[in-house]
């Protein structure tokens, strides 16, 4: 499983050097103590993560190195050492931290399950209760290290580790100057968001192992409720909400206790979860959230006067004797307590794609060179990718109007969204959808060209490595799909290329 030290990159952390010498190895025991068994990842600053054994307790342990320690290694130390001293049941316990020049290591808790992240890419998106738990936990952990004064400054799909038993758990505090309380709440919503639709809304230092979130020109998420069905609306809102820089973040014990409501209502699937209940006052402007607490309140007011006047009614005529209700059939309703229920709304699932049912288009004035490379987009590894070849200008040296892969999904079906990873981002693209393959061909490439119509309302300049496009019609069905790029990026070297790693597609 994924353990500590698997969270965003700080810019302190892209710059420290990493060097070989002093590596460890299985067997190997550190401090005369805890014995390295197995090599488990390397984290996003190059530190190497071990699952160890504490010979003196007999415990298994989880110890993240750092080669060379001294100065490279002082922050990494430092978190620890601020860790240590927060005790909460939703934060990885913190049990050692030693430098010894040539490397520094620090010892956690090892926890046996796997990390928010691993969760998500493997099953998709989680169900509002469970997501709203996960939440709860990571906010009530927040709210126990901001008591102290200090800020984690790593809250990620990454470091956000869930138990076999159950028990969610914020690991690697990594706090630089950068970080600070709010930027711990605004994280929360990224969990929130990432837990709901398995997309990270928030910018990362360097390439991103998380999908980026679809975005709007100004760069803003669209809202979990656009990219996928059953999310609550106010739910929606929190999260949108916390991500929201425009709008103030409540402190960390409020968010707790606003969490902690909605995660009981989650076990009575939200029916009385009612409007969001903290407010901020810490600003005169009212924000989205103090309006839908004003909202409430009215709505409230309204019901009790309805209420008031229904319940006179009641009084008035309680001689009367029950009358019957009946429906438009004639037949005479359920008595009391009776109510209807709606059908869970179907999720999205990804739609295994095979190497026969993708191909590349490459419109006249193009070579044809490309054929066959369609199939590295769909083999599930971003190990193996379709390289494109290296054009003069942008716009693929104005020999053609872009390049692209066409998808056949065999039959119509309804779609809610398109994700390509690609190997930087810049590229200019868009999707598209027609009525038939017109042959892998020159000619077939020309029609497809001539008939397809672009989706959405205007062609996407991708901010990072993976981007996400919601632009199907809810009400429509499809079954051809082309991902078309009409401008590369920089390849550095004075020329302009990409890699494509994977596409996916996802429907009902």
């Given at each position: 499983m994924?353990?500590?030290?698997?969270?965003?990159e700080?810019a302190?952390d892209a710059d420290?050097p990493v060097?070989t010498?002093?590596?460890?190895?299985?067997?190997?025991v550190?401090?005369?103590r805890?014995?390295?068994e197995?090599?488990?990842?390397?984290?996003?600053a190059?530190?190497q993560?071990?699952r160890?054994?504490?010979?003196i307790?007999r415990?298994p342990?989880?110890?993240v190195?750092?080669?060379?320690g001294?100065?490279?290694?002082t922050?990494m130390?430092?978190?620890?050492?601020?860790?240590?001293?927060v005790?909460?049941?939703?934060?990885?316990?913190v049990y050692?931290?030693?430098?010894?020049?040539?490397?520094a290591?620090?010892?956690r808790?090892w926890v046996?399950?796997?990390?928010l992240?691993e969760m998500v890419?493997?099953?998709?998106?989680?169900d509002?209760g469970?997501?709203?738990?996960?939440?709860h936990?990571i906010a009530?952990a927040?709210a126990?290290?901001h008591a102290?004064?200090?800020?984690?400054g790593?809250?990620?799909?990454g470091?956000?580790l869930i138990a076999d038993d159950g028990?969610?758990?914020?690991?690697?505090?990594?706090?630089?100057?950068?970080?600070?309380?709010e930027?711990?709440?605004?994280?929360v919503?990224?969990i929130l968001?990432?837990?709901?639709?398995g997309h990270?809304?928030?910018?990362?230092?360097?390439?991103s192992?998380?999908?980026?979130?679809?975005?709007?020109g100004?760069?803003a998420?669209?809202?979990?409720?656009?990219i996928?069905?059953g999310v609550?609306a106010y739910l929606?809102?929190?999260?949108?909400?916390l991500?929201d820089?425009r709008?103030?973040t409540p402190?960390?014990d409020s968010?707790?206790a606003?969490?902690a409501?909605l995660?009981a209502?989650a076990?009575e699937?939200?029916e009385d979860a009612?409007?969001l209940?903290?407010?901020q006052?810490t600003t005169?402007?009212?924000?989205r959230?103090?309006?839908k607490?004003?909202?409430?309140?009215?709505a409230l007011?309204v019901?009790a006067?309805?209420g008031?006047?229904?319940g006179i009614?009641a009084i008035?005529?309680?001689?009367?004797p029950?009358?019957t209700?009946?429906?438009?059939?004639g037949a005479?309703?359920?008595?009391?307590g009776?109510?209807?229920t709606?059908?869970?709304?179907p999720?999205?699932?990804?739609?295994?794609?095979t190497a026969?049912?993708?191909r590349?288009?490459?419109p006249?004035?193009?070579d044809?060179d490309d054929?066959?490379?369609?199939?590295?987009?769909v083999?599930?590894?971003?190990?193996t990718?379709?390289e494109?070849q290296?054009f003069n200008?942008a716009n693929?040296?104005n020999r053609?109007?872009g390049?692209?892969v066409l998808?056949?999904?065999?039959?119509?079906?309804?779609l809610?969204?398109?994700?390509?990873r690609?190997?930087?981002?810049?590229v200019?693209m868009d999707?598209?959808?027609?009525?038939?393959?017109y042959g892998?061909s020159?000619d077939?490439?020309k029609?497809?060209?001539?008939?397809?119509?672009?989706?959405g309302?205007s062609?996407?300049?991708t901010?990072?490595?993976?981007?996400?496009?919601?632009?199907?019609?809810?009400?429509?069905?499809y079954?051809y799909v082309?991902?078309?790029?009409?401008k590369?990026p920089s390849?550095g070297e004075?020329?302009?290329?990409?890699?494509?790693?994977e596409i996916?597609i996802?429907g009902?």
């Open positions: 994924t353990q500590v030290g698997e969270g965003h700080t302190a420290g060097m010498f002093g590596a460890p190895t299985a067997g190997e550190l401090a005369e805890y014995q390295l197995e090599h488990v990842n390397d984290d996003s190059g530190r993560v071990w160890g054994v504490d010979v307790l415990r342990v989880a110890v190195l750092r080669y060379p001294g100065d490279s290694a922050e130390l430092q978190a620890a050492v601020d860790a240590s001293r005790i909460h049941p939703n934060l990885v316990g050692d931290a030693i430098d010894e020049g040539a490397r290591y620090v010892v808790e046996e399950g796997e990390s992240r890419s493997s099953d998709g998106p989680l509002p469970r997501a709203t738990a996960i939440a936990s009530d927040l126990a290290v102290t004064g200090m800020v984690h790593n809250v990620h799909p470091t956000t028990r969610v758990v914020l690991a690697d505090a990594r706090a630089d100057s950068a970080d600070n309380v930027s711990d709440i605004r994280a919503g990224g968001y990432f837990a709901l639709t990270w809304p928030h910018n990362e230092v360097g390439s192992a998380l999908p980026d979130a679809n975005r709007d100004t760069g998420p669209a809202a979990p409720r656009q996928r069905a609550p929606d809102d929190l999260t949108m909400d991500l820089t709008v103030a402190e960390a968010l707790t606003e969490l409501r995660d209502s076990e699937e939200y009612g409007p209940r903290f407010a006052s005169t402007e009212p924000t959230s103090t309006s607490i004003i909202i409430g309140v009215g007011v019901i006067v309805i008031l006047v229904f009614n008035n005529s309680s001689g009367d029950k009358p209700v009946t429906n438009q059939a005479g309703s359920e008595p009391d009776a109510t209807d709606q059908p869970p709304a999720q999205p699932k990804k739609i295994p794609l026969d049912m993708v590349v288009v490459d006249p004035k193009g044809r054929t066959g490379e369609s199939k590295y987009t083999d599930g590894d971003d190990e990718a379709w494109l290296h200008q693929f040296g053609k109007p390049m692209g998808i056949d999904l065999g039959s119509a079906r309804k809610s969204e398109v994700e390509v690609m190997s930087q981002p810049g200019t999707v598209r959808a027609g009525t038939e393959d892998d020159s077939g490439d029609k497809i060209m001539e008939n397809y119509k672009r989706l309302d062609e996407t300049v901010t990072g490595n993976r981007t996400l496009f919601s632009v199907f019609n809810p009400d429509q069905t079954r082309l991902v078309f790029m009409t590369l390849d004075g020329r302009f290329s990409v890699d494509v790693q996916s996802s009902y």
